[in-house]
C-alpha cells in the first residue's frame, strides 16, 4: 500500500500528530470511533501500540516496535495486528516539505494478501482523511 497526501502543514506538525500519545488520541484511527489507547515510545525499538473502536463496534489493537525514527522526516515500525493471520509487516510514514506545506507519503509494506491489503489501504486512507482536519488545515 502506498498513499501519498498532500497537507497544508509544516512536517513538524505533522510528525507531531503522528508521535505524541495525547495527540494521536484524538485523531488515530480508520473512521470516526473513538482512540481508546496509545502508547508511542518513539526511538528505534520502542514499542507503539494503539487500541482503536470502529463505528461497527469492532476494537483494534495494532501493535510495533519503531524501526527507524527521523525527527520530522521518517518513522517506521513493524505492525502486527493481533488475532489476525497477518504476518508482521511495515508501516512509514515519509514526511517532505513542499511549498508551505508537507507531501505525506504512506507504505505499508509485506501485507500477505490482496484482501488485507485492501483493508489496510481503506483503513489508512480513513486514517489519513482525518489528519488535515485534526490539524485545522486544508489538503
Known amino acids: 500500500v502506498t ?4 497537507i497544508k502543514a509544516p512536517p513538524a506538525k505533522i510528525w507531531t500528530a503522528i508521535t505524541q500519545p495525547e495527540l494521536m488520541m484524538q ?6 470511533g473513538p ?16 487500541v482503536f473502536r470502529l463505528l461497527n463496534g469492532e476494537e483494534h489493537n495494532p501493535t510495533g516496535i519503531y524501526q527507524e525514527v527521523v525527527s520530522e522526516k521518517r518513522l517506521s515500525f513493524t505492525w ?10 511495515l508501516v512509514t510514514f515519509q514526511l517532505e516539505p513542499l511549498d508551505g506545506g508537507t507531501v505525506l507519503t504512506l507504505t505499508h509494506e ?4 490482496e484482501d488485507t491489503r485492501k483493508s489496510h489501504e481503506q483503513g489508512w486512507n480513513g486514517l489519513l482523511d482525518k489528519l488535515p482536519t485534526f490539524l485545522g488545515v486544508d489538503t
Open 80 to 89: 502486527d495486528l493481533p488475532g489476525t493471520q497477518e504476518r508482521k509487516s
Open 35 to 50: 482512540t481508546l489507547n496509545v502508547v508511542a515510545d518513539v526511538r528505534p525499538g520502542g514499542r507503539f501500540s494503539v
Open 3 to 6: 498513499i501519498v497526501r498532500r
Open 110 to 113: 509485506n501485507l500477505p494478501d
Open 27 to 32: 485523531w488515530w484511527g480508520p473512521d470516526a
